[in-house]
């Protein structure tokens, strides 16, 4: 069996900003992914937004990481040549019924420290001729990144300081004992002894955290809810240069048009409530997507939409429930030492996740 310093369970943003930060502070970091390469699930599977931190609650750590991480990000694009654009987006009220619901918005970012630009509907318009709103937010912090090349270099800086990937090695046994945790792979025999184990499994964290044997209490594990976006692309060229985003909905941050670098259009996430994961895209959902886009932009043709792809969020939370804040559990949480496990950490992940990784580590390096 061999003695390891930290253990990181998944491979996805989350995972691979954690190995970079414990390997730049000397850590010796094995990160174990269950699928064939990294960043496969929810990471590749969303919206490629790097957030300004509009929405969250004032002082959680949704709202801070955020802050902070949306900075760091940008600060990282440029240092390593991560491709990026800072194209900002407008938030969208598209009928009188719903300015109160933008005040509030404005108001919840301003008391993050995000300012947001108001503007009229002729402002909007001159801005994007397409657009149909009564008044919008204009947030220009707002932008996309390529995800994957950003992980790439996420690892590549993380095996530069001997951090190690290990693709097809799903975890399967967790025991704590004394001196350590057991970690078994694949239905084997334990191999590794970690000090530390970090679970940043994703979708799959609290399934992760339930295979921890020897004594770890089984209430500071949440239940765990599946809310499946899908997405849908756009035929053509896209008439907006900015991303569009509606008034929220339940769950999510409603059916928005998003860019790639490429400047192509793509529609989503909405959100369906499922039991089990896949990523299929039902063509006849696009009949619920033709109408919620045609509230911001009625011209909207039909047959112009065509199913992208889907992505998973990593929820511990159900329908008609508020969603809870981002769950770094460490032992000053449960009591057991050398395990944190991360829970729902869902958007803003991808723009929180270089603050999100110091504020792990510091939490895996405490009382060792």
Known sequence: MDNVDAVIIGAGVIGLAVARA??????????????DHFGTVTSSRNSEVIHAGIYYPRGSLKARMCVAGRDLLYDFCDQYGVPYRRCG?????TSESQLAEL?????AAAGNGVQ?????????LELEPQLSCECALHSPSTGIIDSHSYMLTLLGQAESRGATLVTESRVTTLSLERGGILVGINNEEPALRASTVINSAGIFAPDVARLIEGGFPVEHIPRRYFAKGNYFGLAGRSPFGRLVYPIPEPGGLGVHLTLDLAGRARFGPDVQ?????DYSVEPQRAERFYAAIRTYWPDLADGALQPAYAGIRPKI????EVAPDFRVDGPETHGVEGVVNLF???SPGLTASLALAEFIADRATRRR
Do not use: C, H, M
């Open 273 to 277: 409530w499922v039991e089990n994961y």
């Open 89 to 93: 987006k407008l938030i969208v009220a």
């Open 103 to 107: 005040d509030k918005i404005n108001t």
């Open 22 to 35: 414990l390997a730049l502070r000397g850590r010796e970091v094995i990160i174990l992914e269950a699928e």
């Open 317 to 320: 939370s159900g329908p008609n």
């Open 344 to 346: 729902g950490i869902e």
């Open 116 to 124: 947001l630009e108001r503007f009229s509907r002729a402002q909007a």
